[in-house]
């Protein structure tokens, strides 16, 4: 049986996908994308996250985060569609986590990624403000702390190994919403 999806809440630790499988799946719904980093940088007044996370610091850029992630989880709950992709750090607030874990189904997916795919596609080599030092071992210390407060809120889990973005978004809409007949019947 296939139910009707016109929202969707994705989370991943960084290489996960979550913004380009969230555009592909907002492509698809035919609903706006909404980034809760982007919007974050964007109510800092800047055009990148990155710029947002240096130049505010880390605390304002979580704090404009988690207000933006209330206001777009509450419109989530009450029913206006969108693809939201939450930061991978920001269920570290609790209110947040609670707003997230009160989602009725599908609530929330996380995209998962084991490091040895997410290093060639993070380049840990490009300076990211959160992998400043030895990056391979702050992904995985990231990771194991992130997964943790996943655990709590997460609902739905699609691995993105060995997967291209497209195929990452069928899955989820698989398994979200029930098998999807092909192009080809």
Do not use: C, K
């Not at 990155?50 to 029913?79: K, M, R, W």
Request: glycine share 10%; no cysteine; charged share 25%.
């Amino acid at each position: 049986m296939t139910r009707t999806v016109s929202s969707i809440v994705l989370v991943g630790v960084p290489g996960a996908g979550s913004t380009s499988v969230g555009a592909v799946l907002a492509d698809r719904l035919g609903v706006e994308l909404r980034d809760t980093e982007r919007l974050a940088a964007g109510a800092l007044g800047h055009d990148s996250v990155s710029g947002a996370f240096v130049v505010a610091g880390e605390e304002a850029f979580h704090d404009a985060e988690t207000t933006v992630a209330l206001a777009e989880l509450a419109a989530v709950a009450a029913g206006e569609p969108r693809v939201l992709v939450l930061g991978s750090g920001v269920l570290a607030a609790e209110r947040v986590r609670e707003a997230a874990a009160a989602l009725e189904a599908p609530g929330v997916v996380e995209l998962t990624v084991t490091l040895a795919h997410a290093a060639p596609r993070l380049g840990l080599s490009l300076a990211r403000p959160v992998f400043l030092g030895n990056p391979r071992a702050q992904w995985s210390r990231l990771a194991e702390e992130r997964r943790a407060l996943y655990a709590r809120v997460v609902r739905v889990v699609v691995d993105t190994d060995d997967a291209d973005v497209e195929e990452v978004a069928g899955r989820v809409l698989d398994v979200i919403a029930g098998p999807r007949e092909s192009d080809d019947e």
